[in-house]
């Protein structure tokens, strides 16, 4: 069964409209949780890591003020679109993993992903 | 900087072949590598990893392997079935941060 859930699977909004994705991890603690964007036929992107209770790292070029993400729990982590526009509308994927001593050669569980279309 | 290709990007064989996928990576840095497939519109479904302390690893008819001094891993499918068409992706991971690579798009012609 899935072990990371990610709500909700589809979202169509206005334009200025703020949307909040949640993806949780289901029977393990996720230390460390990442948010992925992913173009039509193009490969995943890493957004931004986040550590919980820490705040989150952002990738080059990523608007950190645009896309709020908040990982206050070890099951929880949420990513908010604030100001949705059409540029905006993308598949969204989080994944969480188990860090171990401060590294991790754990695997990555993905979410199923949203996604997300702004008129 | 970590780079993740993937050759070739797209592959259409009859059923029945079967078929080896590339990918490379720039840095041999790595903790492991994991192959993924992904149906359109969905999400990530995990195939198999491989530790960067491991050789190779198998699942059914998968088999992964890894060389992680010369930067490369493959995915071998034995005996191609048209369920096995999707999108294939190796993603590697550096310290604490995972890299994808540009997706192999199979098709498996019954």
């Known amino acids: 069964g899935a072990v990371v859930s990610q709500h909700p699977s589809w979202v169509i909004c206005k334009s200025g409209t703020s949307v909040k994705i949640e993806c949780r991890s289901l029977d393990f603690q996720a230390t460390t949780m990442f948010w992925y964007r992913q173009f039509p036929k193009q490969s995943l992107m890493l957004m931004a890591t986040s550590n919980e209770g820490s705040k989150a790292t952002y990738e080059q070029g990523v608007e950190k003020d645009k896309f709020l993400i908040n990982h206050a729990s070890l099951t929880l982590s949420t990513l908010t679109v604030t100001s949705a526009h059409p540029e905006d509308s993308s598949f969204y994927i989080c994944?969480?993993?188990?860090?171990?001593?401060?590294?991790?050669?754990?695997?990555?569980?993905f979410g199923d992903g949203t996604r997300l279309s702004i008129l | 900087k970590q780079e993740v290709t993937q050759i070739p990007a797209a592959l259409s064989v009859p059923e029945g072949e079967n078929l080896v996928l590339n990918c490379s990576f720039t840095d041999s840095a790595i903790y492991n590598l994991q192959w993924f497939r992904q149906d359109p519109g969905k999400g990530l479904t995990s195939l198999l990893l491989?530790?960067?302390?491991?050789r190779e690893q198998t699942s059914g008819r998968l088999n992964a392997s890894l060389d992680k001094s010369s930067g490369r891993s493959t995915l071998y499918i034995a005996a191609s079935q048209p369920g096995d068409s999707a999108t294939y992706l190796c993603?590697?991971?550096?310290?604490?941060?995972?890299?994808f690579g540009t997706g192999t798009k199979l098709q498996v012609i019954p």
């Open positions: 491989i530790q960067s302390s491991q």
């Open positions: 993603a590697v991971k550096g310290y604490q941060k995972v890299t």
């Open positions: 994944s969480a993993t188990l860090n171990v001593g401060g590294i991790s050669n754990q695997p990555q569980h």
